[in-house]
């Protein structure tokens, strides 16, 4: 059963990825979920719990006898459209982050790292794929900047990682790939903001969501070596030499 469940869920992630990278646009008609299920190697019920899903987060719409349309995203609860990608979300943290870390170096408080060095503690503790004690960590950082537009601009950030399924299950993914090397990331944040190193500290920061944008790729590129892979299956499968000459 939890197989099953977190199969549906990965075809939830990957719909929510087509729409995010503007394949299926607001307004426009799902494929069918028999081309679906083709398309993501599934069966048709998994697609059919997906959808699903995607109606009970708001994303789709489904019109008995018409199909499923993708629906307008509010804005509100993260401050930015669905359609914003992994890949944009990443890249706005490394610029944004990195000089946080900077000018954190500057203002951080005693206490304040205290705060820091516990949350990494307890990221060593947490599953892989928690992010409880991550976001913690960032967000105290961001605090000790003593600027309020930046620990917005951060907060604004996470909460997109957290609430968009599509971006939160890529950090996800990359969190689970290798637990200690993300504990050894904020721990080099930390020595770095300890010793009160500005430079060291951005190159930390920098370091570590070097590394997620790295997994994005290997991501993308998985996915499209799949979909390539099952379009020659499906190919080889219309055009074989069996089904045009069958034995009589």
């Known amino acids: 059963m939890k197989s099953e469940k977190r199969l549906y869920m990965k075809a939830v992630g990957s719909i929510q990825e087509l729409i995010a990278s503007g394949e299926y646009r607001p307004g426009s008609r799902l494929p069918p979920e028999r081309e679906l299920a083709e398309q993501f190697g599934m069966s048709r019920p998994t697609i059919r719990e997906a959808i699903i899903a995607l109606e009970a987060k708001g994303l789709v719409s489904v019109k008995t006898g018409s199909g499923v349309y993708i629906l307008e995203q509010d804005e509100r609860s993260t401050g930015f459209g669905y359609t914003v990608s992994a890949f944009e979300l990443v890249e706005a943290r490394v610029i944004i982050e990195g000089e946080a870390a900077a000018m954190a170096a500057e203002m951080i408080t005693a206490e ?107 991501t993308s590129e998985e996915r499209a070596v799949r979909e390539v892979r099952q379009q020659a299956s499906e190919m080889r499968e219309r055009f074989s030499f069996d089904r045009l000459v069958p034995e009589v």
């Open 112 to 218: 304040e790292l205290a705060q820091m060095k516990a949350a990494v503690e307890q990221m060593a503790q947490e599953p892989g794929s928690s992010s409880v004690a991550d976001q913690k960590f960032h967000l105290i950082l961001s605090g000790a900047t003593k600027n309020r537009v930046f620990s917005s601009m951060i907060k604004q950030l996470w909460d997109a990682q957290e609430n968009l399924e599509h971006i939160h299950q890529a950090h996800q993914s990359v969190c689970m790939n290798d637990h200690q090397r993300r504990i050894d990331e904020h721990q080099a944040i930390y020595d770095a903001l300890a010793r009160r190193d500005g430079n060291a500290a951005r190159r930390a920061m920098r370091k570590h969501f070097s590394r997620m944008l790295t997994a994005l790729h290997e």
